[in-house]
């Protein structure tokens, strides 16, 4: 089982250990506003996958998970690893997130909230 002080400086900036498991961090590069739009969709897709269990609606819940998908491989918390990732892959990644997020919306690049 990992811990955190089993971490080397650079392993505790990519990884957040939570009851032994390790968790990837989002990007450190992301900007505010990009971090708080990706987070945003983050919730509602989360919040949404609840509901849409409760309900009973597979649908509806598969349609929540892909939005959850979506903002973490925005985040860099999912897909290839960000500090593998030059600048310019790193910002696609979250731009292409984005738009993909924003057209669940049907918002086009709005600020998906």
Do not use: F, I, N
């Amino acid at each position: 089982m990992t811990e955190p002080e089993d971490l080397d400086e650079v392993e505790q900036q990519r990884w957040l250990v939570v009851g032994g498991r390790r968790w990837r961090r989002q990007d450190p590069a992301l900007p505010e506003d990009v971090a708080a739009r990706l987070k945003s969709h983050l919730g509602r897709g989360r919040s949404g996958t609840g509901a849409a269990r409760k309900r009973g609606d597979d649908e509806a819940v598969a349609a929540a998970r892909h939005r959850t998908g979506l903002a973490k491989h925005g985040l860099g918390e999912r897909g290839d690893p960000w500090w593998d990732q030059s600048d310019d892959e790193r910002r696609e990644r979250w731009e292409q997130a984005l738009t993909e997020l924003d057209a669940l919306d049907g918002d086009g690049g709005g600020r998906g909230d």
